[in-house]
């Protein structure tokens, strides 16, 4: 089976986001249709925020690619945006990537910048359920400032919204992030200048 990750969104050092239209991706999808693929994920965790996108795209993307896809989302815009959800099952949506990333409401809100209650991400993950699409959830280690009882609410959280799959992750710090100043503070890296010899 082949499958394609395309990313529509650029996301670094702060907050700036760009998505490439619809026409755009459609096109692409077409293209990869032509090669063989036979499954496409879009890479995207806010896919969902545009209602206006989605529903162009829904409309196309069944009338000229018609295959199965799965996507990202954070759990807090699932719950408002659930028409959209369903219009993109009609497409082919079949998967759908929920970032959960820490079990612990402390972790996500003061390291993590994500302020959102466990139960909006209980209740995302049941609405998904619901409709028949299959749920995977990210999830992240290594966190500064995360106890061995905030990571262990990672797992038991996802024990409690039974996802189809999981996956965790290694916390990278990215120079410019708060997670990457945190770090820091704490001193859990440093930088070391390398000068090499010619």
């Known amino acids: ?3 394609v990750i395309i990313v529509l969104f650029t996301k670094w050092g702060g907050f700036r986001y760009r998505r490439r239209s619809v026409t755009s991706v459609i096109e692409e999808c077409v293209y990869l ?15 969902l925020i545009d209602k206006n996108w ?3 795209f829904s409309v196309l993307y069944k009338e000229n690619v018609d295959l199965p896809f799965g996507c990202t989302a954070r759990p807090e815009v699932i719950i408002p945006n659930i028409e959209l959800l369903k ?13 959960i990333e820490s ?10 910048d994500r ?10 993950f049941r609405a998904v359920r619901d409709l028949g699409i299959v749920s995977k959830s990210y999830n992240m280690v290594g966190i500064p400032g ?3 009882w905030d990571a262990f609410t990672t797992i038991l959280i996802n024990l ?5 799959g999981t996956s965790y992750y290694t916390l990278i710090p990215y120079p410019g992030t708060k997670i990457n100043r945190i770090a820091q503070d704490l001193i859990l890296f440093f930088y070391v200048e390398i000068n090499s010899k010619e």
Do not use: Q, Y
């Open 1 to 3: 089976m082949h499958i």
């Open 33 to 47: 249709k032509t090669t063989g693929v036979e499954s496409i994920s879009f890479a995207d965790d806010m896919f």
């Open 54 to 56: 989605i529903e162009e």
């Open 87 to 99: 219009k993109l099952k009609d497409c082919g949506l079949k998967s759908i990537w929920i970032g």
């Open 103 to 112: 079990g612990s409401e402390r972790i996500r809100k003061d390291v993590l």
């Open 115 to 124: 302020r959102m209650s466990n139960a909006v991400i209980i209740d995302a």
């Open 146 to 148: 995360e106890s061995f």
């Open 160 to 164: 409690k919204v039974r996802p189809n």
